[in-house]
């Protein structure tokens, strides 16, 4: 007899082991959660909770008692020490160009410290994966490397920080992010890869290995999710048959109970609804079940295959130079070309008011907004599920005033992965620094969505067509994102900016919050036209 359970072997997984697409495992219902299944190398822990629907309270924005390090006298002197001669070197560098006077000579003294700098701040970030001093952690997390270069001001700002992450969320300061990545809790991010010749099969296998626990984890996340769903339909339903089975005895016959009232009998349809869920999600478990057990059953195939061929590739000992080298690309990417690449935090330069630093909290604050205003901004649609899953964000010490996404999401779990953004710490205005890292990321998990036909589908098509018909000049997305941030911050007020096109394209794709919808519609002819519109597609369903 056929296994109920079995699925689909990735078809090049069966190829290289020259084995059936049908083979499977039986399933184990007593470990489907267990965490044993997640001991497997280089696993990343995305500790995505498809059940949170929205950002935590923020009670703590700073600690009551300042951080004393920031007033250590030789904390300079312990940055810099244990790093060798490229810490001399920036040292060096450092007093040559704060003691010259003429211009040309501190332009050429700033440019050899920048690289300098670089190269000794690797030597650092190859520390964050085991214990160093906490000098050198914020020197990592703030590019502090002499607090003496701040005001008093900013240096107690600073030391006020809260320093770990309370709350949970994705949000990572670099000595976290080194942290994690180096210790294999985070995948690097994405580069660009250099083909891997086919007769070298276990890197051909390592990779394979990867894409099964991809996903295997993506598989498990939509399981966790749906059976939550179910908990919750099947409370619902518990609480609604109770409400029909109260009765009242009648007056003048107490041993006779009264009829359905008529708020009960109006609950026998929804009761029917319920149970029509519950077959759904009943279906969509089952569906879900055979491709966790599937990837699971490939993942164990690899790794047995990969001991075969000689042991697990072994873990890339320059993890963290290689991350190191791309988030020195997005602080680029932040920065620009004709901003301010000096790296070191220094009160020549820094000019943010404390609402527009980029700390951690703040950070939460701004994103827990957006969301208020645009729900969908970090939802990703997955076999005709709504999956609310927020991104890593990495926050660079840099002087950028834009935010990027590096990558949409995980490129071996499309289904429930992370994706990455990069915000800059000390803008000019930190919110629209936040705005246009959001706006990146819903363009290119809407482009991805879109596939081949982005030009011509969904949120990017319309406004590819639209942009093609204006005959307009410059790069598409920076426009979009131009016209994402004034979508959330005159649009949204109900100050009319954006072409009417546009703003019918971005009304039905990147909807605002039902109250905010509301709130516009009563505020002009224009947002009450769209919002009949709505009504009009919900009646014929088809929207």
Same mark, same amino acid.
């Given at each position: 007899? #056929?296994?109920?359970?079995?699925?689909?072997?990735?078809?090049?997984?069966?190829?290289?082991?020259?084995?059936?697409?049908?083979?499977?495992?039986?399933?184990? @219902?007593? *470990?489907?959660?267990?965490? /044993?299944?997640?001991?497997?190398?280089?696993?990343?822990?995305?500790?995505?909770?498809?059940?949170?629907?929205?950002?935590?309270?923020?009670?703590?924005?700073?600690?009551?008692?300042?951080?004393?390090?920031?007033?250590?006298?030789?904390?300079?002197?312990?940055?810099? +020490?244990?790093?060798?001669?490229?810490?001399?070197?920036?040292?060096? =560098?450092?007093?040559?160009?704060?003691?010259?006077?003429?211009?040309?000579?501190? /332009?050429?003294?700033?440019?050899?410290?920048?690289?300098?700098?670089?190269?000794?701040?690797?030597? !650092?970030?190859?520390?964050?994966?085991?214990?160093?001093?906490?000098?050198?952690? &914020?020197?990592?997390?703030?590019?502090?490397?002499?607090?003496?270069?701040? *005001?008093?001001?900013?240096? /107690?700002?600073?030391?006020?920080?809260?320093?770990?992450?309370?709350?949970?969320?994705?949000?990572? %300061?670099?000595?976290?992010?080194?942290?994690? !990545?180096?210790?294999?809790?985070?995948?690097? *991010?994405?580069?660009?890869?250099?083909?891997?010749?086919?007769?070298?099969?276990?890197?051909?296998?390592?990779?394979?290995?990867?894409?099964?626990?991809?996903?295997?984890?993506?598989?498990?996340?939509?399981?966790?999710?749906?059976?939550?769903?179910?908990?919750?339909?099947?409370?619902?339903?518990?609480?609604?048959?109770?409400?029909?089975?109260?009765? @009242?005895?009648?007056?003048?016959?107490?041993?006779?109970?009264?009829? $359905?009232?008529?708020?009960?009998?109006?609950?026998?349809?929804?009761?029917?609804?319920?149970?029509?869920?519950?077959?759904?999600?009943?279906?969509?478990?089952?569906?879900?079940?055979?491709?966790?057990?599937? #990837?699971?059953?490939?993942?164990?195939? =690899?790794?047995?295959?990969?001991?075969?061929?000689?042991?697990?590739?072994?873990?890339?000992?320059?993890?963290?130079?290689?991350?190191?080298?791309?988030?020195?690309?997005? #602080?680029?990417?932040?920065?620009?070309?004709?901003?301010?690449?000096?790296?070191?935090?220094?009160?020549? %330069?820094?000019?943010?008011?404390?609402?527009?630093?980029?700390?951690?909290?703040?950070?939460? /604050?701004? =994103?827990?907004?957006?969301?208020?205003?645009?729900?969908?901004?970090?939802?990703?649609? &997955?076999?005709?599920?709504?999956?609310?899953?927020?991104?890593?964000?990495?926050?660079?010490?840099? @002087?950028?005033?834009?935010?990027?996404?590096?990558?949409?999401?995980?490129?071996?779990?499309?289904?429930? +992965?992370?994706?990455?953004?990069?915000?800059?710490?000390?803008?000019?205005?930190?919110?629209?620094?936040?705005?246009?890292?959001?706006?990146?990321?819903?363009?290119?998990?809407?482009?991805?969505?879109?596939? &081949?036909?982005?030009?011509?589908?969904?949120?990017?098509?319309?406004?590819?067509?639209?942009?093609?018909?204006?005959?307009?000049?410059?790069?598409?997305?920076?426009?979009?994102?131009?016209? %994402?941030?004034?979508?959330?911050?005159?649009?949204?007020?109900?100050?009319?900016?954006?072409?009417?096109?546009?703003?019918?394209?971005?009304?039905?794709?990147?909807?605002?919050?039902?109250?905010?919808?509301?709130?516009?519609?009563?505020?002009?002819?224009? $947002?009450?036209?769209? &919002?009949?519109?709505?009504?009009?597609?919900?009646? +014929?369903?088809?929207?």
């Amino acid at each position: 007899m #056929a296994n109920m359970f079995q699925g689909e072997m990735d078809p090049e997984i069966a190829a290289l082991l020259g084995t059936e697409a049908s083979q499977s495992t039986v399933p184990n @219902y007593a *470990s489907l959660f267990d965490d /044993s299944l997640d001991s497997s190398p280089n696993k990343p822990d995305e500790g995505v909770d498809l059940t949170v629907e929205t950002f935590p309270e923020l009670t703590k924005r700073f600690e009551t008692t300042p951080n004393p390090v920031f007033s250590d006298p030789n904390y300079y002197k312990a940055a810099l +020490s244990g790093e060798g001669d490229i810490a001399q070197r920036v040292h060096t =560098l450092l007093q040559k160009f704060v003691s010259a006077k003429d211009p040309k000579d501190r /332009s050429v003294f700033r440019q050899q410290v920048t690289t300098a700098y670089w190269d000794f701040l690797i030597n !650092v970030a190859r520390k964050a994966p085991g214990r160093m001093p906490e000098q050198k952690k &914020y020197l990592l997390r703030f590019n502090m490397l002499h607090p003496t270069f701040l *005001s008093p001001e900013h240096r /107690s700002f600073f030391a006020k920080l809260v320093v770990d992450n309370e709350l949970n969320q994705p949000i990572y %300061y670099l000595d976290e992010w080194f942290k994690a !990545v180096g210790t294999g809790v985070i995948r690097n *991010s994405a580069t660009d890869e250099v083909r891997v010749a086919k007769s070298n099969t276990q890197t051909r296998l390592q990779q394979l290995l990867d894409k099964a626990m991809g996903k295997r984890d993506g598989a498990r996340g939509l399981l966790k999710a749906k059976d939550e769903e179910r908990i919750n339909t099947e409370r619902l339903l518990r609480e609604r048959i109770k409400d029909i089975t109260e009765h @009242y005895p009648l007056d003048g016959l107490p041993d006779v109970n009264a009829c $359905y009232t008529d708020i009960q009998k109006k609950l026998f349809a929804e009761i029917h609804e319920l149970l029509k869920s519950l077959l759904k999600t009943d279906h969509d478990l089952d569906l879900f079940l055979r491709d966790f057990y599937q #990837a699971e059953a490939d993942v164990k195939t =690899l790794m047995a295959k990969i001991e075969e061929e000689g042991g697990v590739v072994q873990v890339d000992v320059k993890a963290v130079d290689t991350e190191f080298d791309t988030v020195r690309q997005m #602080a680029k990417m932040t920065i620009g070309r004709q901003g301010n690449h000096f790296p070191i935090l220094s009160g020549e %330069y820094f000019r943010c008011t404390p609402n527009d630093i980029g700390y951690r909290e703040n950070v939460i /604050s701004l =994103l827990a907004k957006i969301e208020s205003i645009d729900p969908g901004a970090f939802c990703r649609a &997955y076999k005709n599920r709504s999956n609310r899953i927020v991104p890593y964000v990495i926050l660079i010490p840099s @002087y950028g005033d834009l935010g990027i996404c590096w990558e949409p999401f995980d490129r071996f779990n499309r289904a429930t +992965s992370r994706g990455r953004i990069a915000l800059p710490m000390y803008p000019k205005n930190l919110s629209i620094a936040v705005l246009s890292a959001v706006a990146d990321l819903r363009w290119q998990v809407a482009k991805e969505k879109a596939s &081949y036909y982005w030009m011509e589908e969904g949120l990017t098509g319309n406004y590819y067509q639209w942009f093609q018909k204006m005959k307009l000049k410059g790069d598409l997305k920076e426009a979009f994102i131009a016209d %994402y941030i004034t979508w959330m911050t005159k649009e949204s007020d109900a100050i009319q900016k954006l072409d009417k096109e546009v703003r019918g394209i971005f009304w039905r794709h990147i909807p605002f919050a039902q109250p905010v919808k509301e709130k516009l519609r009563d505020r002009s002819y224009t $947002y009450q036209d769209l &919002y009949q519109r709505d009504l009009n597609r919900a009646m +014929s369903d088809g929207y």
